[in-house]
T-cell receptor, first 110, second 113 residues
Framework: GIQVEQSPPDLILQEGANSTLRCNFS?????LQWFHQNPWGQLINLFY???GTKQNGRLSATTVATERYSLLYISSSQTTDSGVYFC????????????FGPGTSLSVIP | NAGVTQTPKFQVLKTGQSMTLQCAQD?????MYWYRQDPGMGLRLIYY???????DKGEVPNGYNVSRLNKREFSLRLESAAPSQTSVYFC????????????FGPGTRLTVT
């Protein structure tokens, strides 16, 4: 079926720690994106990453499309990193349908 | 550029009332989307539109209708609101081509009593 799964569901980090969030997606999904939903509910684009590796400051992402997973790395976490991280993908059989995983809720404590 | 805008930001309805949520984008994107987000849950796709004049059902379309008025605007209508439709509604648009990221509006918080 069409699936986007994320792990872990919840994560608590001490400020300064590193973390890795994982997104597994079924064969019927591609064109992965990562979003951050801040505590005020705003959804912010982090990465559009159908394959390969990208970096933006303390965040980086890697997608291995052939093995159907993507990883989001957060280094030297800050309290402002708190929120929910979602991955989303496009359903291949439906040109523009984009579905989301259930999210990873991250809390960074000082 | 304003990006994706949504109105209203907040709304309270009584069961059975109707209303339309408005969404507009100024990025010349072809595709537009409506999602709902319930507490502690991810985003579920209600309807989407790949281009002006076309709409398709998503994962949870029951109880909703949509209109793609033109390339810029995509509205979501609740004909007879139910408490189960209490949620936060997000509109998004997506460019097509080599970098087809989605961009989201700020959301509409809807409560149905």
């Amino acid at each position: 079926g069409i699936q986007v799964e994320q792990s872990p569901p919840d994560l608590i980090l001490q400020e300064g720690a590193n973390s890795t969030l994982r997104c597994n997606f079924s064969d019927s999904v591609n064109n992965l994106q990562w979003f951050h939903q801040n505590p005020w509910g705003q959804l912010i684009n982090l990465f559009y990453i159908p394959s390969g590796t990208k970096q933006n400051g303390r965040l980086s992402a890697t997608t291995v499309a052939t093995e159907r997973y993507s990883l989001l790395y957060i280094s030297s976490s800050q309290t402002t990193d708190s929120g929910v991280y979602f991955c989303a993908g496009r359903v291949k059989t439906s040109y523009d349908k984009v579905i989301f995983g259930p999210g990873t809720s991250l809390s960074v404590i000082p | 550029n304003a990006g994706v805008t949504q109105t209203p930001k907040f709304q309270v309805l009584k069961t059975g009332q109707s209303m339309t949520l408005q969404c507009a984008q100024d990025m010349n994107h072809n595709s537009m989307y409506w999602y709902r987000q319930d507490p502690g849950m991810g985003l579920r796709l209600i309807y989407y539109s790949a281009s002006e004049g076309t709409t398709d059902k998503g994962e949870v379309p029951n109880g909703y209708n949509v209109s793609r008025l033109n390339k810029r605007e995509f509205s979501l209508r609740l004909e007879s609101a139910a408490p189960s439709q209490t949620s936060v509604y997000f509109c998004a648009s997506r460019r097509t081509g080599s970098r087809n990221e989605q961009y989201f509006g700020p959301g509409t918080r809807l409560t149905v009593t």
